[in-house]
């Protein structure tokens, strides 16, 4: 096989995609390295503490404002489902809870377990 000697414009074209394919490379390795985040596919189950602050009607959810969770969310104000309407019973307005819950893949919230601290 003979050797190949390459041209200028080969060169100036190798320094245009050479850079390109890097940062495209770089940028996919971060994009798929990131942690699961609220709507990952497949249900997870998280931990947390957080305040009571309201109550949906009929207590068919309860908005908490939560601590950080780790690998989840930030800290913010979230709706939570209970898996029974009994898990809500005995909690009020301004109570501090601490909670298990599963986001499933719709994007649902629901409490495996929930008590006043």
């Known amino acids: 096989m003979p050797f190949l000697v390459p041209t200028s414009r080969t060169l100036r074209a190798l320094r245009l995609i050479v850079p390109v394919a890097l940062v495209g490379s770089a940028a996919t ?33 309860v908005n908490i404002a939560h601590e950080k969770i780790e690998g ?23 109570d501090s809870v601490s909670f ?3 986001a ?4 649902r919230r629901l409490l495996d377990a929930i008590e006043k601290k």
């Open 29 to 61: 390795a971060a994009y798929v390295s990131r942690p699961a985040v609220a709507h990952a596919c497949g249900s997870e189950t998280y931990s947390a503490r957080g305040v009571v602050r309201s109550f949906g009607a009929d207590k068919k959810y």
């Open 104 to 107: 499933t893949e719709d994007g």
């Open 100 to 102: 298990r819950f599963t």
């Open 72 to 94: 989840y969310m930030a800290a913010m104000t979230m709706s939570f489902e209970p898996r029974n309407p009994q898990q809500l019973a005995g909690l009020n307005v301004g």
